[in-house]
């Protein structure tokens, strides 16, 4: 199985800041990754798809990077209604999984 | 629009089986996947398995092997996951949700989830 490991799995953050969350992969995985937000409560909603497409509706403060085994989701100026907890997914191949998870809270 | 709604919440007794469903709506049922996905509370996301609704072919992660079960109706446009020999660790929220059936676990749109809770 491929393993996701994401950083950090908690951050403090005020409003307007910049905000990079990241993901490595076990092994290449080219493009086939998705980033997803997650409120309490709510399902996951996809952000990013192809590691670097923005899923339609999404403000653009949200941009995804990355090939390979390295990839980042970015926040470039964070609003109140971003406080959540964001996850990495890769479906390069079976079983897709999932980064740990970072929780992203108000400074 | 798209949407995927699931059934409601269940309460079980260790070793029983439960069936959450999964309807579909606003696109064409049998051109996407649908996958199964839980979460256990404050815990993260697991991939449980994946169904083509057209072929009815089905894959599933190995530690759900002999547990699990995928099945569809295509005429009323639902999924079906069926989890077996409940234990108190199957306690969380399944969700299902689509993926291209190309790129199966390639997931857009899920479902407002199903908490199942395993209490005896």
């Known amino acids: 199985d491929i393993q996701m490991t994401q950083s950090p799995s908690s951050l403090s953050a005020s409003v307007g800041d910049r905000v990079t969350i990241t993901c490595r992969a076990s092994q290449g995985i080219r493009n086939d990754l998705g980033w997803y937000q997650q409120k309490p409560g709510k399902a996951p909603k996809r952000l990013i798809y192809a590691a670097s497409s923005l899923q339609s509706g999404v403000p653009s403060r949200f941009s995804g990077s990355g090939s390979g085994t390295e990839f980042t989701l970015t926040i470039s100026s964070l609003q109140p209604e971003d406080f959540a907890t964001y996850y990495c997914?890769?479906?390069?191949?079976?079983?897709?999984?999932f980064g740990q998870g970072t929780k992203v809270e108000i400074k | 629009q798209v949407q995927l709604v699931q059934s409601g919440a269940e309460v079980k007794k260790p070793g029983a089986s439960v069936k959450v469903s999964c309807k579909a709506s606003?696109?064409?049922?049998?051109?996407?996947?649908i996958n199964w996905v839980r979460q256990a509370t404050g815990q993260g996301l697991e991939w449980m398995g994946w169904?083509?609704?057209?072929?009815?072919?089905?894959g599933h992660a190995q530690k759900f092997q002999g547990r699990v079960t995928m099945t569809r109706n295509t005429s009323i446009r639902t999924a079906y996951m069926e989890l077996s020999g409940l234990r108190s660790e199957d306690t969380a929220v399944y969700y299902c949700?689509?993926?291209?059936?190309?790129?199966?676990?390639?997931?857009?749109?899920w479902g407002q989830g199903t908490t199942v809770t395993v209490s005896s």
């Open positions: 949700a689509r993926g291209p059936s190309y790129d199966s676990i390639n997931m857009d749109v």
């Open positions: 606003g696109y064409t049922f049998t051109s996407y996947d």
């Open positions: 169904m083509n609704p057209n072929s009815g072919n089905t």
């Open positions: 997914l890769q479906h390069n191949s079976y079983p897709g999984t």
